[in-house]
Nanobody, 129 residues
Framework: QVPLVESGGGTVESGGSLRLTCAASEDSFRRYAMGWFRQAPGKEREGVSCIRNIDGTTNYDDSVKGRFTISRDNRKNTVYLQMNSLKPEDTAVYYC??????????????????????WGKGTLVTVSS
């Protein structure tokens, strides 16, 4: 297991910003692609964004493109999700996840939750209108 701990959730008004942080206590962090997923009340969990370790490429769900930015700091075993221009529909529990990355996988594989091996417990983001 790779323990993952999310932080940074909270309540913000529409149009506001939050930065989520996911800390991994694992020296092999740089082997993993890291993803952020979210689950809104009454909905299935969905992939929001992920960043690969092989080449640092990122990808985003269309609903957050241009508003969210994912980044990672391999020295600190940490991945971030900067969320700007938040909307009420962004309200959800946000989960960090990790999966070992391999060359040859599709660029978006790490937004597929079935490919991720380790999960945090989530942090709640509430956006008020």
């Amino acid at each position: 297991q790779v323990p993952l701990v999310e932080s940074g959730g909270g309540t913000v008004e529409s149009g506001g910003s939050l930065r989520l942080t996911c800390a991994a206590s694992e020296d092999s962090f740089r082997r993993y692609a890291m993803g952020w997923f979210r689950q809104a009340p009454g909905k299935e969990r969905e992939g929001v964004s992920c960043i690969r370790n092989i080449d640092g490429t990122t990808n985003y769900d269309d609903s957050v493109k241009g508003r969210f930015t994912i980044s990672r700091d391999n020295r600190k075993n940490t991945v971030y999700l900067q969320m700007n221009s938040l909307k009420p529909e962004d309200t959800a529990v946000y989960y960090c996840a990790a999966g070992v990355d391999y060359a040859g996988l599709t660029s978006t594989w790490c937004r597929n939750q079935g490919g991720m091996e380790h999960w945090g417990k989530g942090t709640l983001v509430t956006v008020s209108s």
